[in-house]
T-cell receptor, first 114, second 112 residues
Framework: EAGVAQSPRYKIIEKRQSVAFWCNPI?????LYWYQQILGQGPKLLIQ????????DSQLPKDRFSAERLKGVDSTLKIQPAKLEDSAVYLC????????????FGAGTRLSVL | GEDVEQSLFLSVREGDSSVINCTYT??????LYWYKQEPGAGLQLLTY?????DMKQDQRLTVLLNKKDKHLSLRIADTQTGDSAIYFC????????????FGQGTTLQVKP
């Protein structure tokens, strides 16, 4: 069974530029999550999708971050414009069911904002 | 509110047991989880425990849950150098959405 795929693995941009990350969850997983992991901290949820609908985006900085999951499968997370404090690893995870929530994580995209 | 705390660092010798501790604040959590993160990789689920259980054993891993004190621990028996990684404790809190709240992670260093 293929795992959660993310691309790119690494991205370096200057502040005020835009960047987009892509995630392909495990086949059949209805729930998809984007987390931000700042160095030395645990992951923090940015947004959660159930199929193509948003379940929780309360921690998403909506003035600069956006995410979509148009067909209920792949998802993209965009930052526009980026700030220095957005430097982090962006992790995508998916799960089959919300009860006994076993989340499977991708390897993440490491973003450096200069 | 929701908060999960872990000690930051643990060093053990190969063959010894490791015990990683975690405290959480949300007593309405249904499941509690332990994840492992190796350098440059995503998080890998190690084990989880249902909140009405006190203990769960899975090969070299033993999870103990003290719900009264909101304390969770992960014991790794016969620790190997391949166990060196960052270990995260997580709870699912009271949101009912499946959102996980993670601790800041414990770095486990295993010396040969």
């Amino acid at each position: 069974e293929a795992g959660v795929a993310q691309s790119p693995r690494y991205k370096i941009i200057e502040k005020r530029q835009s960047v987009a990350f892509w995630c392909n969850p495990i086949s059949g997983h209805a729930t998809l999550y984007w987390y931000q992991q700042i160095l030395g901290q645990g992951p923090k949820l940015l947004i959660q999708f159930q199929n193509n609908g948003v379940v929780d985006d309360s921690q998403l900085p909506k003035d600069r971050f956006s995410a979509e999951r148009l067909k209920g499968v792949d998802s993209t997370l965009k930052i526009q414009p980026a700030k220095l404090e957005d430097s982090a690893v962006y992790l995508c995870a998916s799960s089959l069911e919300r009860a006994k929530n076993i989340q499977y994580f991708g390897a993440g995209t490491r973003l450096s904002v200069l | 509110g929701e908060d999960v705390e872990q000690s930051l660092f643990l060093s053990v010798r190969e063959g010894d047991s490791s015990v990683i501790n975690c405290t959480y604040t949300d007593s309405s959590s249904t499941y509690l989880y332990w994840y492992k993160q190796e350098p440059g990789a995503g998080l890998q689920l190690l084990t989880y425990i249902f909140s009405n259980m006190d203990m769960k054993q899975d090969q070299r891993l033993t999870v103990l849950l003290n719900k009264k004190d909101k304390h969770l621990s992960l014991r790794i028996a016969d620790t190997q150098t391949g166990d060196s990684a960052i270990y995260f404790c997580a709870e699912d809190g009271s949101s009912n959405t499946g959102k996980l709240i993670f601790g800041q992670g414990t770095t486990l260093q295993v010396k040969p």
